[in-house]
C-alpha cells in the first residue's frame, strides 16, 4: 500500500501518526481516503469546498505534484507521498487550528457563511499594527482582540491620565498612571487569552517606523496629531500595507482605508498639513467620549473585512460622521497621480522629518522660551507682589465655567480683535489659554494691534494647575 508522512504541524489531527497507509490508485484517490479516515485533518486540508488549500503541497516520492491533476497521478504501492505545508517564521501555518475553547468562543462566528472556520483561521493569522491606544485604539483593541485577530501590535509611549477615561474605554481608573501600552494588554489579553499582543513602547518616528510597520498585514491609525498620520502614511505606501484611517474631532469623525489595491492615500486627500494650531487637538478642542467608539469602530470593521477579504473595503470613499445631525455621508477620493507618495512618480521614496513638514517645532528648539513667555510660578509671584497686570483669559466661556484663575477677565480669543478696546495698551497683560496654544496666538494679535507690553503664560491653567495651585480642576 502507498504510504502518505505526515508532518509533524498535523499529526495533532491525524491519531498522533507520523505516517498513515492508504489505499488508491491515484494521489486524489488518497488523500480523500486519508481525510475520510481523519475528519480534524480534512478540516486542515481541504477549504469548504474541498479543494486542496493554497499551502499545502504534496510530493509523490520526491517529485513535486503540485501543478499535475491529483486525480490523474497515479501511485503504485511502493510509493511515499509527502504532505508539505507552507513553513513561515519557523511554524507551519497550516499548524493554525481552533482548539476546542476558541470554537466555541467563536462560534458566532464560525455560523456565518462569510466567515466560518476558514475566516476565523484567517483572523488568527492575521497581523494588525495599532498606532495608538487612545480614543480610537481602545474601541479597536478591545473589539480585535475579542475578534480573534491573532497579532496584534500596539504603538504607545503615553501614560494613561484621569482625562483619558471619559472615551479611552479600554483603561479603567485603577490604571491611571499606568503606561497605556500595558493597561491596553492586559485588558485584551483578558478578553482573549489566544492571541498575541505586541508592545512597542515608542512614539512612531521616521527612523523606527518601517522596522515596526513591516512585520503587519494591515496597519490601523488611531493617532492624533498630524506629523504621525503623514508618518503612518507614507510608511504604509512604502510598505504597500493598507492604512486603515479615522480621526475625530468634538462630534464629527472621518475614516477611510488609505493605500489599498490603488487606492488613495492620505496624501491625495491633503498634500499638505493645516499650519500647526489652525485646527485644534481633541485637548484644544474637545471630543464628544462616545465618538472615537463610532469611529474606531469603523476602522475595526474595515480591517476585519480587509482579513477576510469580504464585502466593500471603504477605499476611495470617505465617510464622515456627524454625531449631532446622526447622519453619515460619503465623498469619493480618487489616487492623484501627481501625489508626492503614491503619485507616477512619487518625490517621497523614503520617510522624512515629519515635524518640519508639519511645521511643528522640534523639542530642542522649542526648549529656549521667546521673551514674551512667562511661566505660571512667575504669574503667582507678581500676583503675591501686587504688581499691576491683566490676567486675559482667551478660552471659550464653557472653559471659564469649568475652572478659571482668581482675577483672570475672559475675552475668548475670536472676539479679541472686536473687543481689544476693553484693554489698555498701556497695561502688563498676561494672556492664558489652557495649554498656552491659543494665548500665543492672542499675544501675536494684540502685538499686531500695537500692545507693548503682552506675554504668553506657558502651559495655561493645565500648568497653572500642576504648578500653582492644585485646586484647579484640570479638563
Ligand atoms: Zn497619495
Keep these: ?105 467563536y462560534s458566532r462566528h464560525l455560523i456565518m457563511p462569510e466567515v466560518g472556520m476558514e475566516g476565523q483561521l484567517k483572523l488568527k493569522q492575521a497581523k494588525v499594527a495599532l498606532i495608538g491606544t487612545g480614543g480610537l ?12 485577530v491573532g497579532r496584534i501590535g500596539l504603538v504607545d509611549f503615553d501614560v494613561v491620565d484621569f482625562t483619558n477615561l471619559q472615551r479611552q474605554v479600554i483603561h479603567g481608573t485603577k490604571d491611571v498612571g499606568r503606561k497605556k501600552l500595558d493597561s491596553a494588554a492586559d485588558r485584551m489579553a483578558d478578553i482573549n487569552p489566544h492571541i498575541q499582543i505586541d508592545r512597542h513602547e515608542a512614539a512612531l518616528t521616521s527612523e523606527n517606523a518601517l522596522q515596526i510597520l513591516k512585520d503587519y498585514d494591515i496597519v490601523i491609525d488611531g493617532t492624533d496629531n498630524f506629523p504621525t498620520r503623514y508618518l503612518v502614511n507614507d510608511a504604509c505606501v512604502l510598505l504597500g500595507k493598507p492604512n486603515v484611517y479615522g480621526s475625530i474631532f468634538r462630534f464629527e469623525g472621518q475614516a477611510t482605508v488609505f493605500a489599498y489595491e490603488g487606492g488613495p492615500c492620505y496624501r491625495c486627500l491633503y498634500p499638505e498639513p493645516p499650519p500647526p494650531g489652525l485646527v485644534p487637538s481633541c ?35 470617505l465617510v464622515l460622521y456627524d454625531a449631532l445631525a446622526m447622519r453619515f455621508r460619503e465623498l469619493k477620493l480618487r489616487r492623484n497621480p501627481e501625489c508626492s507618495v503614491c ?32 511661566d505660571p510660578v512667575e504669574v503667582k509671584a507678581m500676583m503675591d507682589a501686587g504688581t499691576p497686570f491683566v490676567l486675559l483669559d482667551v478660552r471659550e466661556p464653557h472653559e ?29 497683560i498676561v494672556a492664558q489659554c489652557k495649554m498656552g496654544g491659543r494665548s500665543a496666538k492672542a499675544v501675536d494679535l494684540l502685538k499686531q494691534a500695537g500692545f507693548p507690553k503682552v506675554r504668553n503664560m506657558t502651559g495655561g491653567i493645565l500648568a497653572w494647575s500642576d504648578k500653582v495651585d492644585p485646586r484647579v480642576p484640570k479638563y
Design 1 to 105: 500500500m502507498p504510504k502518505i508522512l505526515i508532518p509533524t504541524a498535523l499529526r495533532q489531527f491525524a491519531g498522533k501518526q507520523d505516517s498513515v497507509e492508504v489505499t488508491g490508485g491515484t494521489v486524489g484517490e488518497l488523500l480523500q481516503e486519508l481525510a475520510s479516515r481523519h475528519p480534524d485533518l480534512k478540516r486542515q486540508l481541504f477549504s469548504e469546498e474541498g479543494k486542496l488549500r493554497s499551502f499545502v503541497n504534496v510530493y509523490v516520492n520526491d517529485e513535486d505534484i503540485r501543478y499535475l491533476d491529483k486525480d490523474a497521478t497515479a501511485v503504485a504501492a511502493g510509493d511515499t507521498i509527502s504532505i508539505v505545508p507552507s513553513i513561515a517564521g519557523g511554524s507551519a501555518a497550516v499548524a493554525v487550528a481552533l482548539d476546542k475553547e476558541e470554537i466555541l468562543r
Design 343 to 374: 503619485g507616477d512618480n512619487p518625490t517621497i521614496t523614503e520617510l522624512i522629518d515629519y515635524q518640519e513638514f508639519c511645521g511643528v517645532p522640534h523639542a530642542s528648539e522649542a526648549a529656549p522660551a521667546p521673551m514674551g513667555d512667562i
Design 400 to 428: 471659564f465655567q469649568i475652572c478659571r484663575i482668581p482675577g483672570a477677565k475672559l475675552i475668548p480669543l475670536g472676539e479679541l480683535p472686536k473687543r481689544v478696546n476693553e484693554l489698555n495698551s498701556a497695561d502688563l
Design 137 to 148: 485604539g481602545a474601541p479597536l483593541g478591545l473589539y480585535l482582540a475579542a475578534a480573534g
Design 283 to 317: 485637548a484644544e478642542g474637545g471630543v464628544l467620549g462616545i465618538l472615537p467608539g463610532t469611529i474606531g469602530l469603523i476602522q475595526a470593521t474595515e480591517a476585519v473585512k480587509l482579513i477576510l477579504g469580504v464585502g466593500e473595503p471603504l477605499v476611495g470613499r
